[in-house]
C-alpha cells in the first residue's frame, strides 16, 4: 500500500504563530481518518493547510495525488449565509478541489445533480434557497457538492456537527460507502461521534499540549 500523503516536521497555524506541530506522518492510501482533539486546538487549521488554504508557517506536506482529485467540506458557518443560491445552484458548483479557493470547479451535469442530491437525501430541495435550509441541511447539500467528479481524497470539517443523530447516522453511512465503493480515502474531523469511530480505521489525536498522535488500525 502506497502513501496518499507525506508530512514532514509540518507547523500550522496563522499569522507566523503555530498552533500546531512540528509533526511527521506518513498516511496510507485508502485510510478513514478521524482527526479528534479539543474544541480551538487546531483541527480546521490543520486540514485548511493540508488542501491548501492556508500556508504552512513550517514545513512540508505532498500528496501522492493531482491537487484536483481532492475534494474540501467546509464547515457551513465559512460560507456566507445569504448566499442568494438554490441547492441545486449549490450542488452544480461542484466542490472545493485543489489547492486554494481557485480549485472550485463548476461543471455538472442535470444526471449528476439529481444523483448527489439523492445520495444524500435532499433531492426533494434542489429548488429550496440554500440559505434558508437547517443547518444540517445545508451540510448534507455540501456533502452532495462534494462527491461530484472523480475523487481519490474527500476532506470534511466536522460534516456531521449540526445533525440530529439520524441524520449523522446517514451520512457516516454514506460516507462509508463512498469510501469502499470508490477506493476513496477520507479526512474527517469529528466530536466524540460513535458513528464515526466505527467507519474509521485510522485517527490522528490531537492533545491539548498540541501533540499529535497517529493511530491505524
Known sequence: MHDILTIRQLECGYDGETLIGPFDAAIPEGV??????????????????LVGLVEPIDGTYEWSIPDERI???????????VL????????ATGSQQGSGWSGLRVSATDDELEDA??????????????????????????LARALMGTLDV????????????????????LLERQHHERDLSVFMIAHGSEATRRASNARLQIDRDRNLDLELD
Do not use: C, W
Open 32 to 49: 478513514f481518518l478521524l482527526v479528534e482533539g479539543p474544541n480551538g486546538i487546531g483541527k480546521s487549521t490543520l486540514l485548511e493547510t
Open 71 to 81: 475534494s474540501f467540506v467546509p464547515q457551513v458557518r465559512t460560507l456566507d449565509p
Open 84 to 91: 442568494p443560491a438554490t441547492v441545486g445552484d449549490v450542488v
Open 117 to 142: 442530491l439523492e445520495a444524500v437525501g435532499m433531492r426533494d430541495y434542489r429548488t429550496h434557497l440554500f440559505r434558508e435550509l437547517s443547518e444540517g441541511q445545508k451540510q448534507l447539500v455540501l
Open 154 to 173: 474527500l476532506v470534511l470539517d466536522e460534516p456531521t456537527a449540526s445533525m440530529d443523530p439520524e441524520r449523522e447516522r446517514r451520512a457516516v453511512e
